[in-house]
């Protein structure tokens, strides 16, 4: 390694220990596995591996320069591993890696060209005590080694069928997580009790109300399927994505309305701010009736919108988050930065049935959506009129019950 790729690497280390020493306990002699996608991966082959990257091909078509901030991502992606596998060796742990290149192992379908691969696959990731999926499109978008009706069905449960293995779901993770004072740098453990005093709040209410300026949300959500992201994995099995430090719920079709401004970031676009979408939500059908995008926006923003509205699924509001990683960053378009950070929150479009929720892809067979963005200075309320947050920052005095 040269002194520029120690450098580049070194930068990561503070968040590759935190993952490793705080996030999964990871001990001497515990075999570690890095899942990770071909370092010389191009957009065509983003393309064909997974229906949640549905934003590459409009991108692509008109003509931004996909390859070379490709290229950055996976070198950064390289940075992270290498400070993973560093701080895992120096723990006396044995790191091995396995690259996934699904342009070989899977056909235009996205099934398995060979069953014996997706075995061969299995068996190597079953040998790990901790997996962490560093891939571009997520263990779970394997499809199953079989046919299956099951629609959460996934490789990553076929992983764990027959493994105690543990696993950290970070391939959405971004180098500005794992640096300074970044959300993956953070001690998830000193907001646990926090996170589940809120959880058993949220359990308590059937609809929460969330206003900023521009807008005026009630979404019923799915009580029983409140959850949270503790960003503590320690337990034979478990499996979390990192970093983390959120509550979350899935959102009910059935009787959410109101309307809602999306200024701040939005997985996969960018950034909405000084360019908002407005959107409604019809009473009546408990559908967005109307979105409207600012006539300021970048003409890459407007297609991307146009596209993803194309998207049936994407009428409803699928889950609403909260986070309370106070190193995570709300103004940041990396995606696990604003999701996780203190005080966001986040409502989601598209499909919530991966959590637990009753909206599916109109076409499984075509690419689907499930996609967050922010509301800038939120109050969100339970339906009882407390807040746990207002104005963008949590209620104090929650601190104090959490005690």
Known sequence: MNRMEAASYQECLNG????????LNAQPDEKILIAK????????DIMAVSSILWWCKPLHSISLDCEASLRKLMKDRSDIENAL???AEEKGCTVFSRTIDTSTMLD??????????????????????VIIDLTLFGLDQLPPTKKSREPRFSFRDEIRKKSAARGADMHLVSRSSFVKDGAMCFDHSQVLRELKLIREKMRASPFLTVKSNGTNLKLYIHEEKVDLGTGLIYKPKEWH????????APVQAIGTFGTATLDGPIYGIGSLKGCPLRLRVDPGTHKISHFE??????SHVKTLINEMFGMEECRHISEVVIGFNPQGDRDSIEPMEFYVARGSVTIAL???DHIGGKIYP??????????????????LALSTGEELVRNGEIVSRLRGEEK
């Open 241 to 248: 994505f990192l970093p983390s430090g959120v509550v979350f």
């Open 350 to 352: 598209g499909r919530n």
């Open 362 to 379: 109109t076409d499984p067979s075509k690419p689907s959506i499930h996609i967050h963005a922010a509301i800038s200075k939120p109050t």
């Open 37 to 44: 996608s071909p370092f010389d991966i191009s957009v065509d």
């Open 293 to 298: 995008l600012a006539d300021t926006s970048p």
């Open 85 to 87: 596998k560093v701080s």
């Open 16 to 23: 590759a220990t935190a993952t490793l020493c705080k996030s």
């Open 108 to 129: 235009a379908n996205f099934n398995w060209k060979s069953i014996g691969l997706a075995k061969k696959l299995l068996k190597t990731m079953r040998e790990a005590d």
